[in-house]
């Protein structure tokens, strides 16, 4: 019997790895749908970034309790899945706490501490979801969270705090070892027999095992892919100075030419196209960005659109990013090739009063833990209205008329531009 649990256990080991890694291929493949974008300068500055807003979360802490609360849960999730080691090698060669007589006294402490971590992981979870459903915190209750992604983050946290119980219950019914937390529960169970306490152990400890297995199958589903993708995408940050727009190099060139014909290539190519209409227009980073988004609204409540009450929301346009993403990543799986599906993530999915709202004031970007740029997306796709759409309101159609006439924004001749300074 042995034997068998032995051979079913690696079966469904070998099983939730291959899953894992197969799903998370078809989210690079999509990823690298996007433009080709270099990032290679300063190694240095990145790591540090990847240490200070991944692993230290510094933008976490500008309020201090839910920072605390979300590292215990980050760290404790983590550490506490140390076990994990333990667990399977366990589970392949059918020993029992196999690190124990190897450790000695430093394995009661080990565990102890990642008892000590699972109750606080419990408690912080427990805390969250009051604070999405009882307290009802307004970025955690707008509208564009309806559906799935309302759902989608309660689920993590019942599934962490199920697992976090079954982790104690798991060494509470063990008669071998004496735990602190979990010690705790163990009168809870003193009318349990020997036989019966066996059960309940190996029952957690199988129910504890696949819940992990689960998890991480339903991670790259989830907005809590940014558990992984957190670190490369802090990695990939931009260096440059906040709110710093690159400008579009095919522009500069039609400029220059226009200005100096001569510089024109003999072999010279137009552009296919300006700015961004769909998904595979943007850069690799934009969606990897959209994957990486945690949806915990920081951006949309910083925004001041967004507080005006016009219809932007900076959290919106990376779901709606990712969603777009996901939908034609499945149709390249079905036709081994994107087919025109006749949709576009301008207009099908992000609206023209969506991107006209935004007043490009940085606030998403600066406040986004792990610096995802809502902002680099936006103005992607308001180039695509304005240079292939050529839809604008009339305001900017005169502003930009008065630009290419007279060098500026306002309609008086570029002769005239510094007479103020002679009025009294």
Request: hydrophobic residues 50%; contains cysteine.
């Amino acid at each position: 019997m042995a034997f068998i649990a032995e051979i079913l256990f690696t079966v469904l080991t070998g099983i939730a790895l291959f899953l894992f890694t197969k799903n998370l291929l078809k989210i690079r493949r999509n990823i690298l749908i996007g433009k080709e974008l270099s990032i290679k300068d300063n190694p240095t500055l990145r790591w540090k970034n990847v240490f200070i807003l991944a692993f230290g979360q510094k933008k976490m802490f500008r309020n201090l309790l839910v920072a605390l609360l979300h590292l215990v849960v980050y760290v404790g999730f983590v550490i506490i899945n140390i076990e994990l080691l333990e667990i399977i090698v366990d589970g392949i060669t059918g020993s029992h706490r196999i690190f124990a007589p190897f450790l000695g006294s430093y394995y009661t402490l080990l565990i102890n501490t990642f008892e000590a971590l699972a109750l606080l992981v419990l408690v912080a979870c427990i805390v969250f979801l009051v604070r999405r459903n009882i307290i009802k915190l307004k970025r955690f209750a707008s509208n564009d969270l309806n559906g799935w992604p309302r759902s989608d983050a309660n689920y993590i946290l019942i599934v962490e705090i199920i697992l976090m119980g079954l982790f104690l219950l798991m060494n509470a019914a063990d008669n071998t070892v004496d735990f602190v937390i979990s010690g705790y529960i163990k009168p809870f169970l003193s009318t349990f027999s020997t036989s019966q306490l066996s059960i309940v152990e190996h029952t957690a400890w199988w129910l504890h095992i696949i819940g992990i297995f689960a998890f991480m199958n339903y991670l790259p589903y989830s907005k809590h892919l940014h558990i992984l993708l957190a670190f490369p995408n802090a990695y990939y940050a931009p260096l440059e100075s906040k709110g710093k727009m690159h400008n579009m190099v095919s522009i500069q060139n039609e400029v220059l030419y226009a200005m100096q014909p001569e510089m024109i290539p003999t072999e010279a190519a137009a552009p296919e196209k300006f700015g961004a209409r769909d998904v595979m227009d943007l850069s690799w980073k934009n969606l990897m960005d959209a994957y990486s988004c945690s949806e915990c609204g920081r951006c949309s409540a910083a925004c001041p659109a967004n507080l005006t009450g016009k219809l932007l929301s900076p959290r919106k346009i990376m779901m709606a990013t990712r969603d777009r993403l996901e939908t034609v990543g499945k149709n390249i799986d079905v036709n081994k090739t994107y087919v025109d599906d006749g949709k576009a993530l301008l207009h099908d999915y992000i609206t023209v009063e969506e991107l006209r709202a935004c007043t490009t004031c940085n606030a998403c970007v600066e406040e986004c833990p792990i610096s995802i740029s809502p902002l680099d997306i936006i103005i992607e796709l308001r180039r695509s209205l304005i240079m292939e759409e050529s839809n604008a309101p009339a305001e900017w159609n005169g502003m930009f008329s008065n630009i290419e006439n007279n060098f500026a924004p306002w309609k008086f001749s570029p002769d005239d531009r510094d007479a103020w300074t002679t009025k009294a």
